[in-house]
C-alpha cells in the first residue's frame, strides 16, 4: 500500500529518522579506547529522564520484562515476602514474573480500569509490624488500562507507615513521556525499557537503582549471570560493558536523549498531556467509555477504548489494519475483544493524531460502531487550538 504505514499502538511507538540514521552505521568496537565518552554520556544523560541525580542506572540488551528479573534477582533473595498490586496486564505479569523467580507475593487485586488508593497500601504495610514485607511491586502506567498510578501519594503513605520495603516501579510507558521523579517520589527501583518514550526499537532494557537499592547487591541471595549487576558496575565504571552491548541501540539511544534535551523534559510532559486529552475528547464525541474510570487517573500516553456491548473490538483493530493501514492496540487479557488501545506517546505531534483519530472512526464503522464521522476528529481539534 503507498504512504506511511500508522503505528498508533502503546508501544513500539514511532521511530524518529534521526534516531534511525543514528542507528544506520558501521559498527565499531566497543572495547577501543574511544568507547568511554559514549557509555559515560549515556548514563549521565539518562539520569534526568529517571528524575535523578543519585540513582544509578544501567543499560542492557533485553526488554522491560528483563528488568523486572534484574530488580528482583539483584535485591531481593528467594522466599521473600513481597506486595504487589494488580490491576491490568502487565502488573499481572509482573507477578508472575515474581513468583516464577520464587518470591512470595501478596497481591492486591482490584478491577482493571481501576486504580488503586495509596492509602490502603500504606494500612497494609503499617500492620506489618515485623517488616516482613521486603518490596512493594507497582506499575506507574498500567499501558493495558490507560491507568497512571500516584505514585507521589504511594510514597507518602509508605513514609507514614514507617516501613522500609523496597518501592518497584514498573515506568515502561511511563519513563520519557510522563512525570518521574524517581528521587522525589522514593523510587528505589525504576524499570523501563527503549521501545516507548524513548522512541527507539525494542530491545534496550534500562533500569536505575537508588544508593538503598544498590547495597542490595552484594546481599541479595539470588543466583545470578547476565542479569547480575556486579560485573556491570565494575565495567561501567571505566566505561564499558561486561558483554558485548548492542551498539545500534546505545548510538540510538545518544540520539534520542539529544533529541530529549533540545525539546526539554517539561515540555515533553506537557506536549504529552495535550495530545491524550485531544483524544480523550475524540472518545466522549463519539459518546464510547475510557477503561480507566477514575479521570484524575487517565495516561496521557494510552488511552483504552470500551466498545459497546455486543460489539468486538478485534474487528475495529483487524478493519483498522487491513483497511486503513493503521495499527491500534490490542485488548489484553481479560480485556481481549472488549476494548482497543490509540496509543500516543514517543514521537508525535497534533497532525499525526489527528489522523489516527479519523481512521479510528472509520474503522469503527467498518465494525458496526456508528460513531458520527468527524465528531471525534472535530473535538481533538477544538482542544488542541483552545490549548495551544
Partial sequence: MPGRHHLFVPGPSNVPDRVLRAMHRAQ???????????????????RPVFGSTVARPFLFSATGTGMWEVAITNTLSPGDHVLAVRLGQFSHLFIDTAEKLGLKVEVMDLEWGESFDPQAIGDRLAEDRAHAIKALLVVHNETATGVTTDIAGLREAMDAAKHPALLFVDGVSSIGSLEFRQDAW????????????????????????????????????FKRH?????????????????YTP????????????DMMQEEGLANIHA?????????RRAVAAWELRICARDPERRSNTVTAIVVPDGKDARHVIDHAYRRWDMALGSGLGRLNGKVFRIGHLGDLNEGMLLGALGLTELALHDAGIAVPLGAGVAAAQRWYRESE
Fill in 186 to 221: 522514593g523510587v528505589d527501583v525504576a524499570i523501563t525499557g527503549s521501545q516507548k518514550g524513548f522512541m527507539m526499537p525494542a530491545g534496550l532494557g534500562m533500569v536505575s537503582l537508588s544508593p538503598t537499592a544498590m547495597e542490595r547487591i552484594e546481599t541479595a541471595g
Fill in 28 to 46: 565499531e568496537d566497543h572495547r577501543s579506547s574511544a568507547f568511554p565518552a559514549l557509555t559515560e554520556g549515556l548514563l549521565r544523560d539518562i
Fill in 271 to 279: 506536549r504529552h498531556a495535550r495530545l491524550g486529552e485531544g483524544v
Fill in 246 to 257: 548492542p551498539l545500534a541501540h546505545l548510538f540510538g539511544l545518544r540520539e534520542a536523549l
Fill in 226 to 242: 547476565y542479569f547480575d549487576l556486579r560485573p556491570q558496575v565494575l565495567h561501567n565504571d571505566q566505561g564499558y560493558f561486561p
